[in-house]
């Protein structure tokens, strides 16, 4: 029975569950824009739906994640530890709970950004979720790597995709650090409690990107192993 059930979750590939689980990690991040192009406007009926779905997605990120830590194999036949694995499945899991984190947050207190900072912020949510992209697009060339054995031009691929990811990473760096001396510049006309928690909801969104690029990292560590 274990072992049917193991066959099951990971099929030909071992890496096809840690795939899995970034696609449903997808669907927490790629709601995030539609998700604050309604809290921007105010309609939190249709800003609260969307937080919704993207709790909904988090949840089957969860459930895929404990799946995957319960039948991986303490050892496995290939050029990938389950250590390796495991931190990389971290990572991931970690966008999506930030992703929800996000938009629990801006619904909970009906959060109003400054009017004047809104397409800013959505570049940033853009640019951000450009990132988790990319990292997506990383993981799901670990197949091919595999049957490459680690060799050849495969490696050089994803060391190339890599690199955008650290580019689109310093993006978003950028991206928040100009959001962060704007609303310097408001602080003094706004609630210091509002204040507070937009510029922990800026921080917040910051972290999808940062946290992609961690994915990136591990996969780095695991070529070079």
């Not at 389950?82 to 959060?111: C, F, P, Y």
Request: charged residues 30%; aromatic residues 6%; contains cysteine.
């Amino acid at each position: 029975m274990a072992r049917a059930t193991i066959s099951s979750l990971f099929g030909t590939s071992p890496v096809k569950p840690l795939q899995s689980h970034m696609d449903s990690v997808q669907e927490c991040v790629l709601q995030l824009y539609p998700y604050f192009e309604s809290a921007l406007v105010g309609d939190w009926k249709q800003a609260r739906k969307t937080a919704t779905s993207i709790s909904r997605a988090e949840r089957k990120a969860d459930k895929l994640k404990k799946n995957l830590r319960m039948h991986l194999p303490k050892s496995l036949f290939m050029p990938v530890s389950r250590r390796d694995l495991l931190e990389i499945l971290t990572m991931q899991d970690k966008i999506a709970n930030r992703t929800k984190d996000i938009a629990g947050l801006v619904s909970s207190r009906k959060m109003q950004f400054p009017e004047d900072l809104s397409q800013q912020l959505l570049t940033f949510v853009g640019r951000s979720i450009d990132a988790a992209k990319q990292a997506q697009t990383a993981i799901n060339e670990l197949d091919e790597l595999l049957e490459a054995g680690f060799r050849g031009n495969e490696i050089k691929v994803i060391e190339d995709m890599i690199t955008k990811l650290d580019d689109i990473e310093h993006d978003t760096d950028t991206l928040q650090r100009d959001l962060h001396s704007q609303m310097f510049k408001r602080e003094k006309d706004l609630p210091p409690v509002d204040v507070m928690f937009i510029y922990r909801v800026i921080d917040w969104i910051g972290d999808v990107a940062d946290l992609a690029q961690r994915v990136g990292s591990r996969l780095q560590l695991l070529l070079a192993r």
